[in-house]
Every structure is written in C-alpha cells, then in structure tokens.
T-cell receptor, first 114, second 114 residues
Framework: GQQLNQSPQSMFIQEGEDVSMNCTSS?????WLWYKQDPGEGPVLLIA?????ELTSNGRLTAQFGITRKDSFLNISASIPSDVGIYFC??????????????FGTGTRLTIIP | DAGITQSPRYKITETGRQVTLMCHQT?????MFWYRQDLGHGLRLIYY???????DKGEVPDGYVVSRSKTENFPLTLESATRSQTSVYFC?????????????FGPGTRLTVL
C-alpha cells in the first residue's frame, strides 16, 4: 500500500528553534492533515488543510497544502518542551464531504535538547 | 465525556492464540477504524467501518477479523496470533461532517505475541 514520504525522520533541536518538516506523495490528495502523538497516547489532530495552496495556522504551528496537491509542510516556531513527540502527516483522496481512508506518513520524531 | 477507549492497554499472548482488542466510543460516530503502528511504517489501516454491520478492509487486513454489531463498539480479533502481529494498535472514530475529516484516536493497545 502507498505511504507518504515524510522527512526528516527525526530532529534534535534546542528550545526556541524553529522546526520544519514535510510530506510528499506520488499521487494527489484532496485533504492533508497533521497529527501529533505524545508518548503512550494516540495521535491528536493539529491542523487540517482542504484546499491546494492553503496556508493555515494554529498558534505557533503553520501548515501548507502544496499547490500540486502532492505535498504538505508543517512549521513550528519557537519550539518549547511540550512540542516533543512524533508528528504525522496524513492524506485523504476523497472530498471534504467524505470520510475516506487516511494514508499516514512514517512520522517525524522531534526531540528538544536541553 | 469518556470519548474513545481501548482495552486492554497491554496484552501479552502466545503464537496461535486468539486475541480480541476492544474499542468503544461514546460520540455515536458513524466511522470507526483500526490501525497498527510499527517502527518505520507509521500508522497502517487494518479495517474500517462506515456504520453498524458495514465493514471493509484497509491496507493490512490479513490475519484480522472485525465486527460492528453496535455503533459504539468495534472489536478487532486476531484469530491465530503470529509474532508479526506484535504492534501497537489504535482505534479511531469520526463523523461524516462537511469540511471535517478529523479522526479521534484512542490511547492504543500494546500487543506482544511470543
């Protein structure tokens, strides 16, 4: 089955630094989602993108839906300790009126160095 | 507001045994999903259900059975567990709403097959 290519696989940064990660696909998606998973818990939705070219913010997080519909980016500004975790992108081919299956990326593990 | 729960949270079993993982949601969401999470693979869909008595295969269904007799429950059964099914299993639910594709995840079940 298809998976989304997510990079980098891991990041080691200092508190206060900005973070960038991206997700690419060989095929088109009509919805892109970004999730965060804390240790021992299930993923939680951070940002949802429904339109090509869309740029959406949620606090210090900003995500963009690539114009080609084959990629998406997530940026975190001024990282803090609670940003530690695994970030997943997910794509959906159906329209935003459906609930078709999500395809997940392999995740980016974010670690903050003291 | 209990949300979505999974039980057990941890399970150790032996090869060949039958194991059932439970998932219960209190939102009356139409859609429910089962994923497995493995290093290097992210989240992969096993089975999903659009409503009671309606189920369909995901990306990695072999070796698993599901049922959905009630909207709120979506059990996942490993009929004859194998070591390759050692994984963390997540259940998720969502509702069919225009412009909203959020899937809500349970806390996960860590399954070890010896």
């Amino acid at each position: 089955g298809q998976q989304l290519n997510q990079s980098p696989q891991s990041m080691f940064i200092q508190e206060g630094e900005d973070v960038s990660m991206n997700c690419t696909s060989s095929s088109i998606f009509n919805t892109w989602l970004w999730y965060k998973q804390d240790p021992g818990e299930g993923p939680v939705l951070l940002i949802a993108l429904y339109k090509a070219g869309e740029l959406t913010s949620n606090g210090r997080l900003t995500a963009q839906f690539g114009i080609t519909r084959k990629d998406s980016f997530l940026n975190i500004s001024a990282s803090i300790p609670s940003d530690v975790g695994i970030y997943f992108c997910a794509g959906q081919r159906g329209s935003n009126f459906g609930n078709e299956k999500l395809t997940f990326g392999t995740g980016t593990r974010l670690t903050i160095i003291p | 507001d209990a949300g979505i729960t999974q039980s057990p949270r941890y399970k150790i079993t032996e090869t060949g045994r039958q194991v059932t993982l439970m998932c219960h949601q209190t939102w009356s969401h139409s859609y429910m999903f089962w994923y497995r999470q493995d290093l290097g693979h992210g989240l992969r869909l096993i089975y999903y259900s659009a409503a009671a008595d309606i189920t369909d295969k995901g990306e990695v269904p072999d070796g698993y059975v599901v049922s959905r007799s009630k909207t709120e429950n979506f059990p996942l059964t490993l009929e004859s567990a194998t070591r390759s099914q050692t994984s963390v299993y997540f259940c998720a639910s969502s509702e069919l709403l225009a412009g909203n594709n959020e899937q809500f995840f349970g806390p996960g079940t860590r399954l070890t097959v010896l």
